[in-house]
């Protein structure tokens, strides 16, 4: 069954520093999210990404966020000078219109 | 706003048992729901979900879970739990209205007794 594959699975950056998260999200999906999951907190909405560009955003995802999809295959989210706040769990998702997301294994994000 | 509520935080079963997880949501149209579970440290693994049609709805390992729009809730259900149940379960409510984001509930974590 094909599935959604992030990388990398954990992730350690000095706190300022950009960090780039990476997901390939199923093949023939059109939809694209990332959310996150803060230790012991709930799975949030950051962002949904369509046709090219960003369709929904979260207040979460504030300026030091930014999506891309540089290519054909992979859909990345960019935090442009980590905060400590940052710290979490990003996971990718992808969907075909309004069907399921199917969710990646998820990015852990250590800002110290 | 969209909420969505899971009133337990833990449940313990003992292995066998029947399970019931409780969801209610708060939605200002007409929701898609989701059922995720989550062993530790892996990702969302989809166990069922709710468009239209029948209100109750099979998943996977077993699982089915019934949506009651009177009572805005989607409950999900396990006749005969198994020790390998044992993970956080997350509800989760969508809407093509609202850019069919989640919104997810805090999760119940399950733990099973032999």
């Known amino acids: 069954e094909p599935e959604v594959t992030q990388t990398p699975s954990h992730q350690v950056t000095q706190m300022g520093q950009e960090v780039i998260l990476r997901c390939v999200p199923i093949?023939?999906?059109?939809?694209f999210y990332w959310y996150r999951q803060i230790l012991g907190q709930k799975v949030e909405f950051l962002v949904s990404?369509?046709?090219?560009?960003?369709?929904?955003k979260s207040e979460i995802f504030d300026d030091q966020f930014s999506v891309e999809r540089p290519d054909g295959s992979n859909f990345t989210l960019k935090i442009r000078s980590t905060k400590l706040e940052d710290s979490a769990m990003y996971f990718c998702?992808?969907?075909?219109?309004?069907?399921?997301?199917?969710f990646g294994d998820g990015t852990r994000l250590s800002i110290l | 706003a969209q909420s969505v509520t899971q009133p337990d935080i833990h449940i313990t079963v003992s292995e066998g048992a029947s399970l019931e997880l409780r969801c209610n949501y708060s939605?200002?149209?007409?929701?898609?729901l989701f059922w995720y579970v989550q062993s530790p440290g892996q990702g969302l693994q989809l166990l069922l979900k709710?468009?239209?049609?029948?209100?109750l709805v099979q998943g996977i390992k077993g699982f089915e879970a019934e949506f009651k729009r009177s009572q805005s809730s989607f409950n999900l259900r396990k006749p005969s739990v198994h020790w390998s149940d044992a993970a956080e379960y997350f509800c989760?409510?969508?809407?093509?209205?609202?850019?069919?984001?989640?919104?997810f509930g805090a999760g119940t974590i399950l733990r099973v007794k032999s």
């Open positions: 998702a992808s969907s075909v219109d309004n069907q399921p997301q199917h």
């Open positions: 093949s023939n999906h059109l939809y």
């Open positions: 990404f369509y046709n090219n560009e960003i369709s929904e």
């Open positions: 939605y200002g149209a007409t929701p898609y």
């Open positions: 709710y468009f239209s049609g029948d209100t």
């Open positions: 989760a409510v969508g809407a093509k209205e609202y850019g069919n984001k989640l919104v």
